[in-house]
């Protein structure tokens, strides 16, 4: 895979993506909601709300997987291209990214 330059994203298949910060996921009604917690408190202007794609790539995230395994991950489990997974991944990564969700970690 290498660099997901096509998408015009500053990310690589080997990036590892952690949540930044503490970040409650819960199940309400059908519906995966991201809520970050500040201070102990959670930030309530802050929710963000995931489908059920995107509530396995969270979870993938939280695993701290590459960028090329969640691609594949999504792939498998949703039964999509290749091409599909990797737009649909890495834009919602991007979207989490741009809501100061999530951080590239360190290669362990």
């Known amino acids: 895979m290498g660099t997901y330059a096509a998408l ?3 990310m690589d298949a080997a990036d590892r993506w952690q949540p930044k910060g503490e970040i409650v996921a819960r199940e309400i009604a059908g519906e995966t909601i ?3 917690v500040r201070n102990r408190v959670g930030d ?4 963000f709300t995931v489908n059920e794609v995107g509530a396995f790539v969270w979870g993938l995230i939280g695993a701290r997987a590459s960028g090329s395994h969640i691609v594949d991950a999504v792939a498998m489990e949703f039964d999509v291209s290749p091409a599909e997974a990797e737009r649909d991944a890495l834009e ?3 979207s989490l990214k741009a809501a100061g ?3 590239r970690c360190n290669q362990d």
């Open 8 to 10: 015009g994203r500053d």
């Open 34 to 36: 991201l809520v970050p």
């Open 44 to 47: 309530l202007a802050s929710i």
């Open 92 to 94: 919602f990564i991007a």
């Open 101 to 103: 969700l999530v951080e």
